[in-house]
């Protein structure tokens, strides 16, 4: 009996000094200014911010992902797409006539028999001034970008 009692009292101690050092190293960590720099580092930026630098990117037409991006890193996925929506979301007119513009001009480029189009490429090259009256710079840019 005498064991099991000491047995007892020698885990409640070693239990009372384990909750003891927790509780002083809980209190330490807690006034820690390193502890505190990092949350509140983590917090720097918000949705709004990747929304602007997805915005950017869009402005100068760099479309790429943005998410390890220092402004949109410690977004979740979810938030990160949303931002990405919202910029979509607001250019979304501007986009559907840029597509709806370049199918018809890969609808015209693809009529032309493989002459024309190569005489279109190598005026395009030279900066031609004659093509200037046949298209629009738009169309000129996007033929030149991806037709030759």
Request: proline share 1%; charged share 25%; aromatic share 4%.
């Amino acid at each position: 009996m005498r064991r099991t009692t000491t047995a007892l009292i020698a885990t409640a101690m070693l239990a009372a000094l384990a909750g003891c050092s927790s509780s002083s190293d809980d209190k330490t960590t807690a006034a820690s200014p390193a502890t505190t720099v990092t949350a509140s580092t983590e917090q720097e930026h918000t949705i709004d911010d990747c929304v602007a630098v997805i915005e950017q990117d869009y402005a100068q037409d760099n479309l790429h992902d943005a998410s390890d991006e220092a402004e949109c890193i410690g977004l979740t996925e979810d938030e990160y797409t949303d931002a990405v929506a919202e910029v979509i979301g607001g250019h979304k007119d501007e986009i559907l006539d840029d597509a709806a513009n370049e199918t018809a001009w890969d609808t015209a480029w693809d009529e032309m028999d493989a002459d024309a189009q190569a005489d279109i490429c190598s005026a395009l090259q030279i900066d031609d001034p004659a093509v200037a009256e046949l298209l629009t710079e738009e169309q000129a840019q996007y033929f030149l970008d991806n037709k030759c």
